[in-house]
C-alpha cells in the first residue's frame, strides 16, 4: 500500500510517540432521547452478498462515498460481503445504498431487512461509521485506528500542538452508547531526504532518481500515514512502484481519512512488525515550499529491521 509518512510526538516534543499519547480518558455516554411508552428504534441492517470475492480496495472506497452520502453505515467485509447499518426512518436511502453496492460487482445479491439483534459490536462499528462522517466533514483527518487531528500535516504545522482526539465507541447498557475520548497534542516535524541520506547518496538520487539506504538508525525511523504504522525508510524512487492502484489508494486516502495526496516521488519503508515492506509517497511541493513534508521524525528507539 501506499501511505504518508507520520509519526507523532508526546505534547513535550521528547516523548516516546503515540503509544505514550491518550492516557487521560474522558467517559462521555449518549442516551438516546425516548419516552417510557416509546423505546428507542432499532437498527436495521441489509447485507450485500457476493458471489466472488470482490477488490477489498474498490470495497472499501464505494462504502465510504455511500456513508457519506446518506449519512448511514456502509461497513466493507470483504471479500464476503458488505454491511448497510441504518434506522427506520433512513430504509429509503439504504435499500437505494444496498442497490448501488450490488450494481457495483458482478453476482451481487441483497438480503431482505432485518433489525440488529444481540450485536452491541456492529451498532459500535455503526456510529462510529458515523463519528467518522462527521468529524471530517468538520475538517478533521482520521488516522490510525481511531484517531482525529484537526491538521492537514502541512510545512507550516511543523512543531505545534495540534488538537487530537482518540475516540472509542462500546454499546452501552439500556441502548445507550459509550464514547472513551482521550484528547492530547499532536506534534510532527517534517524529515528531509538530506536528514537520512549523505550527500553522495543524494547526488546518486538526482542522476538515476533512485536509491537504496544502508542500515536502521534514528534518523531513518518514520511512521506512515494514515494507518501510523512505524517503520523505515530504506529507498527513495520517483517511479511508483509496479502493480500498485495509485489512484484508487489517493482516492481512499481522501474519502475515508481526509488525508490529501499530491506525490512526486516515493520511498521505500521497512515495518518494524513483520517482515512486510511497502511504498510511501512523499510531496515535494507543500504550499509553495520546495520541502517533503511528509516523512516525519521518530523520537522513539529504533526497533532492528529484520531481512526483506
Known amino acids: 500500500p501506499f501511505f504518508r509518512g507520520a509519526v507523532a510526538e508526546d505534547s513535550e516534543g521528547s516523548g516516546p510517540g503515540t503509544l505514550a499519547m491518550f492516557l487521560n480518558q474522558v467517559l462521555v455516554r449518549a442516551v438516546p432521547v425516548t419516552s417510557s411508552s416509546a423505546p428507542s428504534p432499532p437498527f436495521l441492517l441489509r447485507q450485500v452478498s457476493f458471489s466472488a470475492a470482490v477488490p477489498s ?26 454491511l448497510v447499518v441504518y434506522q427506520r426512518c433512513q430504509s429509503h436511502a439504504a435499500a437505494e445504498v444496498a442497490s448501488e453496492i450490488a450494481a457495483a460487482f458482478t453476482g451481487a445479491s441483497v438480503g431482505e431487512e432485518e433489525e440488529v439483534v444481540c450485536s452491541g459490536s456492529l451498532v459500535a462499528k455503526a456510529v462510529e461509521c458515523g463519528l467518522r462522517c462527521l468529524m471530517l466533514e468538520r ?31 462500546r454499546s452501552g447498557l439500556n ?88 506525490y512526486s516521488y516515493h520511498a521505500a519503508v521497512k515495518l518494524t512488525r513483520g517482515a512486510s515492506c511497502c511504498l510511501l509517497h512523499l510531496s515535494s511541493k507543500v504550499r509553495g515550499f520546495s520541502l517533503p513534508q511528509n516523512l516525519l521524525e521518530h523520537q522513539r528507539q529504533c526497533l532492528p529491521c529484520g531481512p526483506l
Not at 480496495?57 to 461497513?75: F, K, N, P, T, V
Not at 487531528?149 to 512543531?159: C, N
Not at 553522495?200 to 533512485?210: A, D, L, N
Open 175 to 262: 441502548d445507550d452508547y459509550e464514547f472513551v475520548v482521550s484528547p492530547d497534542a499532536f506534534r510532527f516535524t517534517a524529515l528531509k531526504i538530506s536528514d537520512v541520506a549523505s550527500s553522495s547518496v543524494i547526488e546518486t538520487f538526482q542522476q538515476i532518481k533512485e536509491v537504496s539506504l544502508d542500515g536502521c538508525n534514528l534518523q531513518t525511523a518514520c511512521a506512515i500515514l494514515p494507518t501510523l504504522q512505524e517503520g523505515h525508510v530504506i529507498g527513495f524512487s520517483e517511479l511508483p512502484p509496479s502493480g500498485q492502484i495509485l489512484d484508487s489508494f489517493t482516492e481512499l486516502c481522501s474519502v475515508k481519512h481526509g488525508v490529501e495526496t499530491n
Open 139 to 169: 475538517g478533521w483527518s482520521f488516522v490510525g485506528e481511531s484517531i482525529y487531528v484537526q491538521s492537514t500535516f502541512a510545512v507550516i504545522e511543523e512543531r505545534t500542538d495540534l488538537c487530537a482526539l482518540n475516540v472509542e465507541v
Open 57 to 82: 480496495l474498490d470495497l472499501d472506497i464505494l462504502c465510504c462515498r455511500l456513508s457519506r452520502r446518506h449519512r448511514l453505515a456502509c461497513l466493507p467485509q470483504s471479500p464476503a460481503d458488505a
